[in-house]
């Protein structure tokens, strides 16, 4: 019987791994004139204290032609090197392994503006892109081996171990390895020597060499199994490890619809193409997926989002506490958004760039005079959970009312919706936090300020209502309530967006569609679709929709005052009547009435009870208003 765990080291080369977790490459943006900032430095710094045993640092730039975003990591400028060189020892300093990761986007740009005409191994266009790269001459190829040797230098005067070549995702090494981009098996052999010249050149200094490669999108520039094999054999005596992962820029970070790591069941496939220590990453968030991906042959499993949302994740795991980790949900609503730094929608320890914490206030109706000994918490939403275990773990008597009889507020009917798993972590891990801590819970319980009178201080976590949807139709909250038994037997139904683009349309559309409804008409009164969810999930959520019957009106709202039920393009101010079939409206979204609390308690307010936003919102909030709470002595 195969042993192996996620608690045995593993050597790298020379090197040995405390235990088989890796950071796999991610960057905070937090980068002052192309060096690290004191900010990014904490960040990594964090993670390596959280356990993990190899960190790949990504957002590494090997030139000024490579990446075009400004909060890159200048890695080719000598003047980078010091502040790279206190992060890699950041790193070291707590047993984790710094490994640098060199990129070119090559052919890429995903629509930002270029100073320099975009190359590759061919003429091939990128599906993404307007226009074809200029094919790499000889020079450009010299070039791009002086580049890494110049990245390998740098790495190495600022103290890294090794580095890590980007060949995924459609990134320029990608592109050169790729049989569907480069061509001819001529050029595909030159494009292959040309990488084995530069991981030969970077290990002759003494440097640590990975790669990167993607599985998968073969028509792109992925790899399939055998070309991964083939791709390696011409590497496998140079390379210190290689880091299989999935997916081609632009929609490459899987949001919660993937709820299974797409590359579990191709672990022994790929161990046989590998004869090298093995990183198999993407979309593990479960104790027992990681375990199996070990026990399957992967020598590491890589992790970029759950340390993003709980960097002791490793560490957390190691001690048997995987109910105390908060869990990534792949929203990549914060994370990827890049605005201004990294940012997490769950973590509000992850503060932005410049600031100490991730602001966020709650809305003071009565401020705390006296130490909070008993609080009373008015809702279970997400806001009134994350308020609730962080004052129980400081000791206070806590006491949790939802008029609703389960926990989780909007977000458990966000939870219930098809494709939105990650949700439920969210939800299981508060659940399992407030019986770890014995917070007192008291469910299908509506609540008047006499009832709490005699707390200390009142939280005020009620959440917020959709509006009624006009006569005749359903608003969004009536429709998920009304769940998708209710509308088995339409062939067809319209949802009219409020033209926000944001989540909780799309939601209705995808429970009817998985009702079986033949035919959803998506109306919204703006000229784009989605444009309010992250543009990796919006790719993903076009790839479920296509081919089920969804018909897309732009520019067009309800109306129903003069012809009755209606659609109503807003350019042509055509009328289309609406009769026979179920039509659903988004409503404006509105915060709950706050009752009156009787003097004595302090009051705050949190969440979308001071106003309807994000997740990220409440929690935050949530956890302010505890902070505020504890700090009175
Ligand atoms: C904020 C952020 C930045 C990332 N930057 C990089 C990068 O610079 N290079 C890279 O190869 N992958 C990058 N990734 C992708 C991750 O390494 C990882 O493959 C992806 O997030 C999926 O794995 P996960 O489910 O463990 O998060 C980034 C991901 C995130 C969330
Ligand atoms: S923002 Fe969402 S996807 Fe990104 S790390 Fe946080 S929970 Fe995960």
């Known amino acids: 019987m195969n042993t192996r765990c996620l608690s045995d080291t593993v050597d790298l080369g020379e090197w040995r791994l405390r235990n088989r977790f890796a950071a796999t490459a991610h960057g905070t943006g937090a980068v002052v004139h192309g060096a690290p900032s004191d900010h990014d430095i904490r960040y990594w710094e964090g993670v390596a204290r959280g356990g993990a045993a190899l960190i790949v640092l990504g957002g590494g730039a090997l030139g000024p032609t490579g990446i075009r975003q400004a909060n890159r990591t200048e890695v080719w400028r000598a003047e980078a090197v010091p502040a790279m060189r206190d992060r890699a020892r950041a790193i070291s300093r707590h047993g984790a392994l710094p490994f640098l990761q060199l990129t070119d986007l090559g052919r890429e740009t995903l629509g930002t503006e270029t100073f320099y005409a975009t190359r590759s191994s061919s003429d091939r266009r990128s599906p993404r892109e307007a226009v074809s790269p200029v094919p790499m001459s000889d020079s450009d ?17 600022a103290e890294h171990v090794g580095v890590e070549l980007h060949a995924a995702h459609g990134y320029l090494l990608g592109q050169m390895l790729s049989p569907h981009v480069t061509g001819s098996a001529a ?32 028509s792109d520039s992925g790899l399939d199994i055998s070309m991964l094999g083939e791709t390696l054999d011409e590497l496998s005596d140079l390379l210190t490890y290689v880091n299989v992962t999935v997916g081609m820029r632009g929609a490459y970070v899987r949001d919660m619809s993937t709820e299974r790591p797409p590359l579990l069941d191709l672990i022994p496939l790929v161990r046989e193409a590998c004869p090298l220590p093995l990183i198999v990453s993407h979309a593990f968030r479960d104790r027992e997926d990681m375990e199996d991906a070990v026990v399957a042959g992967a020598d590491l499993v890589g992790l970029a989002r759950p340390l993003i949302a709980e960097p002791q994740l490793p560490n957390l795991l190691l001690a048997d506490r995987e109910d105390d980790v908060r869990p990534c949900v792949s929203c990549n609503e914060d994370c990827r958004s890049f605005l201004p730094s990294l940012l997490c929608s769950v973590n509000p320890d992850l503060a932005p760039f410049g600031e100490a914490a991730r602001p966020g206030s709650p809305w003071v109706i009565r401020p705390s005079t006296k130490p909070a000994r008993s609080v009373s918490i008015i809702g279970a939403g997400p806001a009134g959970l994350e308020a609730a275990i962080s004052l129980r773990s400081a000791g206070r008597d806590v006491t949790v009312y939802d008029a609703r009889d389960h926990i989780g507020g909007a977000l458990a009917m966000a939870a219930s919706v098809p494709h939105r798993a990650g949700w439920r ?25 006499e009832d709490v009178a005699e707390a200390d201080a009142v939280i005020l976590a009620g959440g917020s209502e959709e509006a009624p949807a006009p006569p ?9 309530l009304a769940g998708p ?13 409020d033209g926000f683009g944001w989540w909780p349309s799309t939601n209705v559309v995808e429970m009817l569609f998985d009702a079986g409804v033949k035919q959803v008409t998506f109306a919204s009164p703006s000229t784009s679709f989605w444009a309010g969810i992250p543009a990796e999930s919006r790719v993903q959520l076009m790839s479920r929709l296509r081919g089920r019957g969804l018909r897309l009106l732009a520019a067009t709202t309800f109306v129903n005052e003069v012809t009755g039920a209606s659609l109503c393009n807003l350019l042509g101010a055509e009328f289309t009547p609406l009769d026979g079939e179920p039509v659903i409206v988004a409503s404006e979204r509105r915060s709950v009435p706050l009752i009156d609390v009787p003097s004595g308690p302090s009051v705050h307010v949190i969440g979308d009870a001071v106003q309807p936003r994000k997740v990220a919102h409440a929690i935050t909030e949530g956890r302010r208003a505890a902070e505020l709470l504890r700090a009175v002595k």
Request: charged share 25%; hydrophobic share 40%.
């Open 141 to 157: 190829l010299e070039d791009l081996i002086a580049s890494h040797l110049r990245a390998g230098r740098n790495a190495l005067a």
């Open 187 to 218: 050029r595909l052999s030159v494009m292959r020597s040309v990488v084995r010249q530069i991981v030969n050149e970077l290990r002759r200094m003494g440097l640590g060499v990975g790669i990167r490669l993607s599985v998968g999108d073969t």
């Open 425 to 449: 972590r969210l939800l299981d891990y508060y659940r399992n936090q407030l019986e770890r801590l014995d917070v007192e819970v008291r469910l299908g319980q509506r609540v008047a300020g």
């Open 472 to 480: 005749g139709c359903m608003n969004l909250t009536e429709a998920l």
């Open 485 to 497: 038994e209710s509308f088995s037997n339409c062939p067809s139904v319209t949802v009219v967006d």
